[in-house]
Nanobody, 126 residues
Framework: QVQLVESGGGLVQAGGSLRLSCAASRRTFSNYAMGWFRQAPGKEREFVAAISWTGGRTYYVDSVKGRFTISRDNAKNTVYLQMTSLKPEDTAIYYC???????????????????WGQGTQVTVSS
């Protein structure tokens, strides 16, 4: 497993932007596909975006397409989630997660991710 630490959350007005970061502890970070999930109060954890180990493939939930961008810097062991045009419904705790499966398709299922960060709160006011 890999240890993950998210940062960059906060309070922002609707229409604003935030960039979340997720720093990984292991040198083998570049072997992992990475995902971002979110969980709002009283709701199940929801897939947001995923990126392949090279960064060449990405996958988004429909509700964030065109507004969020996932990227990674393997030299810095970090994955990012750039969020723009934020809406109140984006309010949630955001988690990053690592998928250690080799050669698999990007997944929107929390079950395939075996390492998780502690989460960072994003609050979007109307």
């Amino acid at each position: 497993q890999v240890q993950l630490v998210e940062s960059g959350g906060g309070l922002v007005q609707a229409g604003g932007s935030l960039r979340l970061s997720c720093a990984a502890s292991r040198r083998t970070f570049s072997n992992y596909a990475m995902g971002w999930f979110r969980q709002a109060p009283g709701k199940e954890r929801e897939f947001v975006a995923a990126i392949s180990w090279t960064g060449g493939r990405t996958y988004y939930v429909d509700s964030v397409k065109g507004r969020f961008t996932i990227s990674r810097d393997n030299a810095k062991n970090t994955v990012y989630l750039q969020m723009t045009s934020l809406k109140p419904e984006d309010t949630a705790i955001y988690y990053c997660a690592a998928d250690a499966r080799v050669g698999s398709r990007l997944s929107n299922s929390p079950a395939v991710y075996d390492s998780w960060g502690q989460g960072t709160q994003v609050t979007v006011s109307s």
